[in-house]
């Protein structure tokens, strides 16, 4: 079973960057105006989560 990693709900991303700049990781960046999660950078530290304005970013399961 993969770890929890943090994807963002691109329907409710605002690309308002705050995220980007608090992942320790920088693993989350902003593409064409919505922000994405480098799954292999993320250590699901759960700091982004807490950051989105619109609770646009869960934890999910990733087996790969
Ligand atoms: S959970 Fe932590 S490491 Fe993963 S994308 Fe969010 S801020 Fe970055
Ligand atoms: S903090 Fe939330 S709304 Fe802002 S860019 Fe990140 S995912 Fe999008």
Do not use: H, W
């Not at 593409?31 to 759960?46: E, L, P, T």
């Amino acid at each position: 079973m993969g770890k929890p990693k943090a994807v963002v709900n691109r329907e409710v991303c605002l690309a308002c960057g705050g995220c980007v700049s608090v992942c320790p990781e920088d693993a989350i960046m902003l593409v064409a105006g919505k922000a994405v999660v480098d799954k292999k950078g993320c250590i699901s530290c759960g700091i982004c989560v807490k950051t989105c304005p619109v609770a646009a970013i869960s934890f999910e399961e990733v087996t790969k």
